[in-house]
């Protein structure tokens, strides 16, 4: 998926350890959305805790180079629109 993503091969253990670290936290902040759905009292910090991560990638990449590369662009466009959600939905709380 990186090199899909990033036209590049990771090559070594420190590029591997990054690319399942991303992996990881995008698993855990999504199981944590969901797992809010069903828990009100964690729904708002979670909420809060994907659009920082959201805004955080969509951050890296249109201010670095990497928004020259097409598919980064439009996973950045598409976390741009969920933080877009997410900020509507702390808006109506």
Same mark, same amino acid.
């Given at each position: 998926?990186v090199r899909?993503? #990033? &036209?590049?091969?990771?090559?070594g %253990?420190?590029?591997?350890? @990054? +690319?399942r670290?991303w992996g ?6 999504? /199981?944590l959305?969901?797992?809010?759905a #069903?828990?009100? %009292?964690?729904r708002? %910090? /979670?909420v809060v805790l994907a @659009?920082?991560e959201?805004?955080?990638f969509? +951050? ?8 020259q &590369? %097409?598919? +980064?662009?439009?996973m950045?466009?598409?976390? +741009?629109?969920?933080?877009?959600v997410?900020?509507?939905y702390?808006v &109506?709380?």
């Amino acid at each position: 998926m990186v090199r899909h993503t #990033f &036209r590049e091969a990771l090559s070594g %253990p420190v590029s591997m350890a @990054l +690319a399942r670290h991303w992996g990881l936290l995008l698993f855990c902040v999504g /199981a944590l959305l969901v797992y809010s759905a #069903f828990h009100v %009292p964690l729904r708002e %910090p /979670a909420v809060v805790l994907a @659009l920082v991560e959201k805004a955080g990638f969509v +951050a890296c990449v249109f201010g670095t180079s990497l928004r020259q &590369r %097409p598919m +980064a662009s439009i996973m950045a466009a598409g976390d +741009a629109v969920m933080v877009l959600v997410y900020v509507l939905y702390l808006v &109506r709380l």
